[in-house]
């Protein structure tokens, strides 16, 4: 229990792999294409090879425990036997994959972002009469694995605050039951777990708590207290480092600071050092090279910020503010980027290498009194900020769209894509590399687009979409086709099980040079007499969903994102697009953490959306769709948004969602059809949740879709969906 802490470590690395290995081993699992043991050799090789390079790569501290075959808290919950019993299975990693994806005619769990990342996790269940038990089988054959190859590990686990703040209560808890009521129990099977890793001669254990950077509930800093008071004592226990990030600790701070943990993780980059002389005594782990954006840190800030807290505080070791499990691997292989904006890069390994080096710069320098700057540097004042004059009211915009659309009652639609089949990515690629021209890919993408309008004419949907064949993804194809952007090859991040996005890399001013998806939707619209919704993705998400300069506040790059939005909606009016529909499923994911800085972002958020938005005339019908919302929460601001029809993902979290939104005095089409499971819902299945949404929602409002993009499902599985999701609206229709 004595042993120091490592010079130098970071919190977590990415778990993918450099070329997506692990989303193919799982996606060929899935598919029954080959075998656990497949599988497992894959999982294996990346676990070696990730250790090795960090050993490699002079790093002390080698985290274990941070590979995942799907998520992490998913793993806890696992770890802890919190498996709801609908989804036990004989098959262990059959049980793992029913929680995370569903099962035969069972839903999976809820999954969420994980903070204000665009990571998501698995949402455990938790009830009064959850039995916990301790299965540490994941966590010691990761400390194995490792000593096989000759080195020490410290593994990396969600602990029991974070854990329980992040649950759910089971659907049958009673009133007033929270996840957090059961921490005792919890505790006491982390404290079995220490007693184990002790046993194995594990030295070190990271015990995660990133919710206590956000405001929570007043009963958190007890819980703190009575968690790591309670495992802080025991006899047989490795050293404790409980890991804050994404935000300062606050008021955690000093009751972290008064349990006998030997270390506290600190996020320096996003946080600040305030109030780090209470943990004087003890070590900190200190997050000066940030695992959230993908610049190079700025060694002399960070040395002496490390120098500073050295000096007010304990024994000071050099760590990475997060996990880099939000970064990609390796910026070395991205040759194609501008060799100037190259080397103002770090993905995962060059932070690794920056952390190394941080550690040796500190150890050189062991002097004391040295110059202390914490202050978030200056930043311009912003001049781009815009209000909009706003639309018509939404009662004379909603007729005049009544008159223009003439829509049936239940309007069916859908959020955009449909599937992305292997064929159109591999023309993508084909056309990246140059072995097929311009001409040959574009002549693709429209059989594709006739395709999907051919398939909607025929399934009797009422609002089509051309179905974004051209687009590799949301964010990544607008930044493609604005100034402004890079984007990478490789840069994958893991969003989501075994789904990756490459975030693009906003390093400058944001223009658009030409309009970007008229022409599809041009395209799209002539070979239909039904409206086509023309598709763009909203400011917001743009930025929230790619890696951003830092050296202009937030809102001013929404804005000059918000400017090429505009532009384009106007284009598409003028194109004869008479809906258009402005995506923003990230608006809640940058929501600041702490309360006190919601409002303001939430009002330029809003703003930014409107910006983009109201140059539109009242007969072009506007469209937003979110997912993940949580929409209680940032209720007023959707509403703000002031799209005349809002679709929401809500297949999860349906009961919750209804209540808060149901009362939107505009279009509302909540979720009918879960796309991110293989799960086909049945006519009957949809009508009922249908019947369900219109007690809430006046008929004439009611739009019928499904919660997202059908791109990551097959064809097979969205035409049988569609059809029930169709046949569902007209058996409504001919009741009301
Ligand atoms: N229009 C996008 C699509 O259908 C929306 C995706 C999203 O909300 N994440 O793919
Ligand atoms: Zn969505």
Avoid at 685 to 707: F, I, K
């Amino acid at each position: 229990m004595t042993s120091s802490f490592p010079a130098s470590t970071v919190l977590g690395y990415p778990r993918i792999g450099p070329d997506r290995e692990l989303k193919r081993a799982l996606e060929s699992y899935w598919e029954g294409r080959s075998s656990r043991a497949d599988l497992e050799e894959t999982a294996r090789r990346l676990r070696e090879d990730t250790w090795r390079r960090l050993a490699a790569l002079g790093l002390e501290g080698l985290p274990s425990n941070t590979f995942s075959y799907y998520d992490q808290v998913l793993d806890t919950a696992v770890l802890l036997g919190a498996v709801p019993g609908r989804y036990r299975h004989d098959d262990d990693l059959a049980t793992y994959f029913a929680m995370a994806r569903g099962a035969e005619g069972i839903a999976p769990l809820r999954m969420t972002k994980w903070f204000d990342t665009n990571y998501h996790y698995i949402v455990p269940e938790i009830g009064p009469d959850t039995v916990f038990s301790l299965d540490a089988a994941k966590p010691l054959a990761e400390v194995r694995e490792a000593r096989a190859l000759g080195l020490e590990t410290r593994p990396v686990l969600v602990g029991p605050v974070t854990f329980l703040l992040l649950s759910q209560a089971t659907p049958d808890s009673p009133d007033g039951f929270a996840p957090l009521d059961r921490l005792d129990d919890v505790v006491e099977v982390y404290a079995r777990l220490l007693a184990e890793l002790a046993a194995e001669g594990v030295g070190w254990v990271q015990l995660d708590e990133p919710a206590l950077v956000a405001d929570r509930t007043a009963a958190d800093p007890a819980a703190v207290e009575a968690a790591y008071g309670r495992l802080g004592r025991l006899e047989n226990r490795p050293s404790l480092l409980v890991a804050s990030y994404f935000g300062d600790l606050g008021d955690a701070l000093p009751v972290l600071a008064g349990t006998p943990v030997e270390a506290v993780g600190l996020d320096l980059v996003r946080g600040t050092a305030h109030g780090v002389d209470a943990l004087a005594g003890k070590t900190v782990v200190a997050g000066v090279v940030s695992g959230r954006d993908v610049w190079r840190a700025d060694r002399d800030r960070a040395l002496a910020t490390l120098r500073a807290v050295r000096e007010r505080a304990g024994r000071v070791v050099v760590s990475t503010s997060c996990s880099l499990l939000h970064v990609p691997y390796d910026v070395e292989r991205e040759t194609g980027l501008d060799p100037a904006l190259r080397r103002r890069l770090a993905f995962a390994e060059q932070k690794v290498a920056e952390v190394v080096e941080l550690a040796a710069l500190l150890a050189a320098t062991p002097g004391r009194h040295l110059p202390e700057h914490f202050a978030a540097q200056e930043r311009p004042h912003t001049s781009r900020v815009r209000t909009a004059e706003g639309r018509a009211p939404y009662a004379v915009r909603a007729a005049a769209q009544a008159e223009h659309l003439k829509l049936p009652l239940l309007p069916v639609t859908t959020i955009g894509s449909f599937p992305q089949t292997g064929e159109l990515r591999r023309a993508r690629a084909a056309l990246a590399a140059g072995e097929i021209g311009e001409a040959a890919y574009e002549s693709m993408v429209r059989a594709e687009i006739e395709q999907v309008i051919a398939l909607q004419e025929r399934l009797g949907l009422d609002v089509l979409v051309h179905g974004e064949p051209e687009r590799n993804d949301m964010v990544q194809y607008f930044a493609e086709h604005l100034d402004g952007f890079a984007v990478t090859r490789h840069g994958w991040v893991q969003s989501y099980g075994s789904r990756c996005t490459r975030p693009p890399i906003l390093h400058g001013d944001v223009r658009r040079p030409e309009p970007i998806t008229v022409r599809w939707a041009r395209y799209a619209q002539s070979l239909t007499s039904k409206p086509v919704k023309g598709m763009l993705t909203g400011p917001v998400t743009i930025v929230a969903w790619s890696f951003v300069r830092d050296d202009l506040p937030l809102r001013e790059v929404v804005f000059q994102v918000a400017d090429a939005v505009r532009e384009e909606v106007g284009d598409l009016e003028e194109a004869g697009i008479r809906v258009i529909q402005v995506d923003e499923p990230a608006l809640r994911e940058l929501v600041p953490l702490r309360r006190a800085e919601q409002a303001a972002y939430l009002e330029w958020a809003v703003a930014a959306y409107r910006w983009a938005t109201s140059g539109a005339s009242e007969n072009t019908q506007i469209h937003t769709h979110l997912c993940y919302s949580d929409a209680d929460e940032i209720l007023a601001a959707i509403d703000a948004l002031d799209a005349d029809v809002t679709s929401i993902e809500s297949a999860r979290s349906r009961g919750r969602l209804l209540g808060a939104v149901g009362a939107f005095p505009r279009g509302l089409g909540p979720g009918v059809y879960d796309i991110h499971s293989p799960r086909v819902p049945g006519a009957d299945e949809v009508e009922r949740l249908l019947t369900e949404a219109l007690r809430t929602v006046p008929t004439e409002r009611l739009w019928v879709n499904p919660d997202c993009g059908l791109k990551t499902r097959s064809y097979e599985q969205v035409e049988a969906a569609l059809a029930n999701v169709v046949e569902a609206a007209a058996r409504l229709r001919e009741r009301y």
